[in-house]
C-alpha cells in the first residue's frame, strides 16, 4: 500500500473513531465526552465560585430571600457554587459529585436538568428563606440531585434510567436518607429553605418531566 493510501486509510479509521466517541444517541441526546466535560465543568464552577466569592464577600452575593436586586437574583443563580470555608466546599463537593456520576450518564438532557434543577432550588429559597438571610452554597442543588433521582426511580419512563437510578437509591439510600434526615432539622448556620426547597424542587420537577414522553427537555 502506497503512504498517500496508508495516510487515507488512517484518516478514515481516526474518523470512525471520532465518531464513535462522540456517538449520539437519541435516547442520550449528549457526547461521552460532553458529559464527561460537563462533570467536571461543574466541579470547576464550585472551585471558581469558592475561590473568588470569598475575596468578593459572599454575603453580597448570596439568595438573599426576596431581594430584589441584582446580588440576590446572581445569588439564585449562581449561589450554589460559593462556600464559607474549606469544611464547607469539601463536604457539599464530595456528596455532590457523588450525585452527579450516574445523573451526567443516564439523564437523557442533563445540562438541561441541572440548570432548571438549580433555577427552581434556587427561587424555593428566595422565595421562602428566613428575612435578613443569605444562603449560600451547594447543599440546595445536592437535595434537589436526591429528589430528582430517588423520584426518577420509581416514575420514570425510560427504563435504563429508572434501572440505574433504583440501584443508586438501594446502594446510596441509607447515606442519603441520613443527609435528608439531617439536613430538614432546623439548625442555627444550616439552611433548612435550601435543603427543603431544594428536596421539593427536585421531587416535583422529576414527577412532571419523567412521566411525560415528550418534553422540551427530552
Known amino acids: 500500500m502506497s503512504i498517500k493510501g496508508m495516510l487515507s486509510d488512517w484518516g478514515y479509521r481516526y474518523r470512525m473513531w471520532k465518531l464513535d466517541m462522540s456517538y449520539k444517541m437519541d435516547d442520550f441526546g449528549?457526547?461521552?465526552?460532553g458529559r464527561v466535560?460537563?462533570?467536571?465543568?461543574?466541579l470547576g464552577l464550585i472551585l471558581l465560585g469558592?475561590?473568588?466569592?470569598?475575596p468578593l464577600g459572599y454575603n453580597d452575593y448570596?439568595?438573599?430571600p426576596r431581594a430584589v436586586d441584582f446580588a440576590s437574583f446572581y445569588g439564585v443563580a449562581f449561589g450554589w457554587t460559593m462556600h464559607s470555608n474549606y469544611e464547607h466546599i469539601h463536604n457539599n463537593?464530595?456528596?455532590l459529585?457523588?450525585?452527579?456520576l450516574p445523573f451526567v450518564i443516564f439523564e437523557k438532557r442533563p445540562v438541561g436538568m441541572f440548570a432548571l434543577l438549580i433555577l427552581l432550588s434556587g427561587f424555593a429559597?428566595?422565595?421562602?428563606?428566613?428575612?435578613n438571610s443569605v444562603h449560600i452554597g451547594a447543599s440546595g442543588v445536592i437535595f434537589a440531585l436526591i429528589g430528582y433521582i430517588f423520584t426518577s426511580a420509581w416514575f420514570s419512563n425510560r427504563w435504563l434510567t429508572k434501572i440505574v437510578y433504583i440501584v443508586v437509591t438501594l446502594m446510596f439510600g441509607l447515606e442519603y436518607w441520613y443527609v435528608v434526615r439531617q439536613g430538614l432539622i432546623p439548625q442555627e448556620g444550616i439552611s433548612f429553605a435550601g435543603h427543603f426547597g431544594g428536596l421539593t424542587s427536585g421531587i416535583i420537577v422529576a414527577l412532571v418531566f419523567s412521566r411525560r414522553k415528550k418534553h422540551w427537555l427530552s
Open 30 to 33: 449528549l457526547s461521552i465526552r
Open 37 to 42: 466535560g460537563f462533570y467536571f465543568a461543574v
Open 50 to 54: 469558592y475561590l473568588i466569592g470569598n
Open 62 to 64: 448570596g439568595i438573599r
Open 93 to 95: 463537593v464530595l456528596t
Open 97 to 100: 459529585l457523588q450525585l452527579m
Open 125 to 131: 429559597v428566595w422565595l421562602t428563606g428566613s428575612p
